[in-house]
């Protein structure tokens, strides 16, 4: 460390005795609103000035037109053109445009996948490039749209929708809903011959899709071979842990019971989440299923009330609240309550904290939360479809970094942290928020040292 970051940091362990102090917490900001049916954000790998906001449909007053917008993250507004228009998508309340994957060497090719339900219902996979295949493009070729793969769905609701790379095999995974009505009625999730109901696996290098050789059903004739998983009801929102690879899905129940399951990185046998067979932990139509003994049953279980609907998040590992990582957050779609927990295999949930009210914002309502977004610095986003608006998760004192929650909550304590964060080249020491190498620099301590003087308020 320079002599100057060493006197900065004496003059900081000086002032701490009278600095301000504040409560340790979180809040959120609203970031956007006025958008169409958000129904999901995500950004490219490594792209951190741009948001990606997807628009389920009725875009620019056309009930049949679904748009993904670019939000600018430095000023906090919407590019005027969208990225894509995809036009047709049917309109039934759980159908339209309801995914989007950018691939992980976008960077490079500028690929990325949709996954939309046309004007039939049909479920549509569908491959597109940014425009003139510069990754730094703010539009897509419309005429470079591929279908990679399509399904039939018998009934307009349980399309699942959600897609993602897998950050240890870049393999894209896609959610399948088991058909809809309710109940099963065609026991979709069950039956290995139909991709409803499952979670899919496949590699998407080449001009089409191909079934990776470590796929559980790989080679499979009577099986088919692009699932990963099954046993599933209508996944919405799934993740996988960007550090870990370890996989949430979270599956909306029937009538009672909400759940979220969890997959370790290390899996590679085909998991069986048990729906039709089962509701969360209990039995719902055990007719003709195998034992329970051959099923995995959700970490994380809630019954019906003012809640009804899971909604997926993420394990948060961004810059912003370090000590946050390996929180996991949810949300349920009716009751608007936003919970987090902490899960480790062979110990269980730990943690488990409603966070609704200290994401509360005065004067705003968060509510119908649709989706949990991620940006390209593991930042945490809410998608409020029912007031088109999108919020982000941030700390109520950013410089609080032990995050404790005993007076004075600002001490050498969080000054001890951030020499460490510093000296591990962590995101979360920059603290003029600096894009420019070197990232971390003199600049930081000062902004800290600022910051620390100034203290904080609490919202």
């Known amino acids: 460390m320079s002599n100057r970051c060493s006197s900065l940091a004496l003059l900081l362990a000086a002032g701490l005795a009278t600095s301000a102090h504040a409560q340790v917490g979180l809040t959120t900001v609203r970031v956007q609103t006025g958008l169409t049916r958000p129904v999901f ?7 951190t000035s741009r948001l990606f906001v997807v628009e389920q449909r009725g875009s620019a007053g056309v009930a049949t037109r679904a748009d993904i917008r670019i939000l600018n993250l430095a000023t906090n507004t919407m590019l005027a053109t969208p990225f894509l ?47 003139g295949g510069n990754p730094a493009s703010n539009t ?8 990679i793969l399509t399904q039939a769905q018998p009934f307009a609701n349980h399309n699942g929708g959600w897609m993602g790379f897998g950050p240890n095999d870049g393999y894209l995974y896609i959610s399948f809903g088991d058909g809809g009505s309710a109940n099963d ?21 080449g001009a089409t899709y191909t079934i990776p050789p470590t796929n559980p059903f790989f080679g499979s004739t009577s099986m088919r071979q692009e699932i990963w998983a099954y046993g599933l009801r ?17 599956d909306v129940g029937q009538d009672l019971i909400e759940e979220i399951n969890f997959q370790p990185a290390s899996s590679a046998t085909a998991i069986n989440y048990g729906w039709r067979c089962y509701e969360g932990n209990n039995a719902f139509n055990t007719t003709g299923c195998a034992p329970a003994a051959t099923m995995q ?22 810059c912003a609240i370090p000590s946050l990582r390996g929180t996991y957050f949810f949300a349920d779609y009716c009751s608007a309550q936003i919970t987090s927990f902490r899960y480790a295999p062979g110990v269980g949930v730990t943690q488990l904290t409603n966070r609704t009210a200290e994401l509360a914002v005065a004067g705003f309502t968060i509510n119908a939360i649709v989706s949990f977004g991620e940006d390209a610095n593991g ?26 929650t005993i007076n004075p909550f600002l ?34 301590f000062t902004c800290f040292l600022n910051s620390f003087a100034v203290g904080c308020s609490n919202p």
């Open 41 to 47: 954000v995500t950004a490219p790998p490594g792209d």
């Open 85 to 131: 228009t995809i036009n047709n998508v049917s309109i039934g309340s759980e159908q339209g445009l309801l995914g989007l994957a950018f691939d992980p060497n976008y960077a490079t090719n500028g690929r990325f996948f949709v996954n939309y339900t046309n004007s039939a219902g049909t479920t549509v996979i569908a491959r597109y490039t940014a425009t």
């Open 140 to 147: 897509a070729d419309p005429a470079s749209a591929t279908t």
């Open 185 to 205: 009625p065609q026991n979709n999730g069950q039956n290995t011959n139909t991709l409803l109901g499952k979670m899919l696996r496949i590699d998407v290098t």
């Open 234 to 250: 209508n996944p919405w929102r799934s993740s996988f842990d960007r550090l870990t690879g370890d996989f949430y899905i979270a």
């Open 297 to 318: 049953f959700p970490i994380y279980t809630y019954t019906h009330g003012t809640a009804c609907s899971v909604t997926g998040g993420y394990v948060y590992r961004g």
């Open 379 to 404: 930042e945490l986003y809410i998608v409020d479809q029912g007031g088109g608006e999108l919020y982000k998760i941030v700390p109520r004192c950013g410089i609080n970094l032990d995050s404790s």
């Open 411 to 444: 001490n050498v304590n969080d000054f001890t942290s951030f020499l460490n964060l510093f000296a591990a080249s962590d995101c979360a020491a920059n603290c003029d928020k600096s894009t420019v190498a070197p990232v971390l620099n003199i600049n930081d």
